[in-house]
């Protein structure tokens, strides 16, 4: 039952669906009738419409031949690829067609607002990005001409202005950044020469030399005492081992004498006095003598190098704190000299960029320019009459339909 009853669901469907084929195929004329009508009104139409035509301008994004730059550390970057994409949305800026709507004079009729003035405009990239289609229409070839012109040139003048690597605003910046560093250098000068009013590295260098000259003869004199003492022992040693009421032999008391005017080089202020008082004294003197005169010299000497080594000890402090002293007194030169030196070097490389920057300003073409000036149409674009006609017969199909 269920099966018959799906059957005659379909056999009413299949006569409903002829029913609706059959009203259309018999009121076909009035069906054709009302799509030739609505097809020739919209023909009609479009006939009725006033011309449109169409003018282009062309704008050109070039990259600059040549760059100053004076100083490699200072260098202008320029990108132009980037900004591409940029130009076309940027001619299409309400600020853009503001400017552009007050500078139209006379203003054409069909343009009462900037917003009638945007449906007329319309800018693309070209096969080259580098290339900026400005298109304007009007129904006067003249004025789509005229507007697509001032377009052009607004265009230019803005994008120069933004994009453009140099202007008088970038002058006036980097010369107020150098009127800056110009007082920064000046200060950290007038800084210097401060401190060269109460500088004593001179001072303090010359009173170290003085003491480090001063410890190198102490440590020469302590060499020469140490040989001194050696040579007398060894003399001493060597009279020792003959009898001390024998006379000294002449080679014996000649190097005792040699010893003692080797004492008196070493340091004048050495306390030591020969004990001959003549020449017969001298030759009478006997062993033991000669070794007790050996054994005062080496107690004079010894008593010499022990005040040596107090000399010594007593300059360390004093070499140290003269050292510490000149390095503080260095270092803060050092720091004013680096900060001297760097303001130089910033107020000399603005400087160069200030002058740079002022040569650049001179070129007025900008890296944004005209390409092609738009020319007056002779014909018009194209009223899409046909296109108009057939849409027209299509819609007067569907709603006789």
Do not use: C
Request: glycine share 4%; net charge negative.
């Amino acid at each position: 039952m269920n099966n018959d009853a799906e059957m005659g669901d379909d056999a009413e469907i299949e006569i409903d669906l002829r029913r609706y084929l059959e009203i259309p195929l018999r009121y076909w004329q009035w069906i054709a009738g009302a799509t030739v009508i609505v097809a020739l009104a919209a023909f009609i139409w479009s006939s009725l419409q006033p011309s449109t035509y169409e003018a282009v301008a062309l704008v050109a994004i070039t990259k600059p031949q040549y760059t100053l730059n004076f100083d490699p550390r200072f260098t202008t970057v320029v990108d132009t690829g980037q900004a591409y994409k940029a130009y076309p949305e940027l001619a299409k800026s309400d600020d853009m067609v503001q400017s552009v709507f007050a500078q139209l004079d006379p203003r054409p009729k069909f343009i009462g607002t900037p917003g009638d003035l945007n449906d007329v405009l319309k800018a693309e990239s070209g096969t080259d990005p580098s290339i900026v289609r400005l298109k304007a229409q009007a129904q006067d070839s003249a004025e789509a001409a005229n507007i697509a012109n001032i377009w052009a040139e607004t265009l230019i003048t803005r994008a120069n202005k933004i994009y453009g690597t140099q202007d008088d605003i970038q002058v006036e910046s980097f010369e107020a950044q150098a009127a800056n560093a110009e007082k920064e250098l000046q200060a950290d000068e007038q800084a210097l020469i401060d401190y060269q009013a109460h500088d004593q590295s001179l001072i303090l260098q010359n009173q170290l030399d003085a003491i480090l000259q001063k410890q190198v003869d102490y440590l020469d004199n302590q060499r020469s005492i140490t040989l001194l003492l050696q040579d007398i022992a060894g003399l001493r040693e060597q009279l020792s081992q003959q009898p001390a009421a024998n006379p000294a032999g002449l080679a014996d008391r000649l190097s005792a004498l040699f010893l003692q005017i080797k004492a008196y080089k070493i340091e004048d202020s050495v306390p030591i006095q020969l004990q001959f008082s003549n020449p017969d004294t001298v030759a009478s003197a006997s062993v033991g003598e000669q070794i007790a005169f050996l054994d005062g010299l080496s107690n004079s000497m010894k008593a010499q190098l022990a005040d040596m080594d107090g000399r010594l000890k007593e300059l360390e402090p004093q070499i140290l704190t003269l050292q510490q002293q000149l390095q503080q007194i260095e270092a803060e030169k050092d720091r004013l000299t680096r900060a001297r030196d760097v303001a130089r070097e910033t107020y000399m490389t603005l400087a160069q960029k200030v002058a740079e920057t002022r040569i650049a300003v001179q070129n007025t073409k900008g890296e944004v320019q005209l390409a092609s000036q738009a020319v007056a149409p002779e014909t018009p674009i194209s009223s899409r009459k046909a296109v108009n006609t057939v849409l027209g017969g299509v819609a007067g199909l569907i709603l006789s339909v």
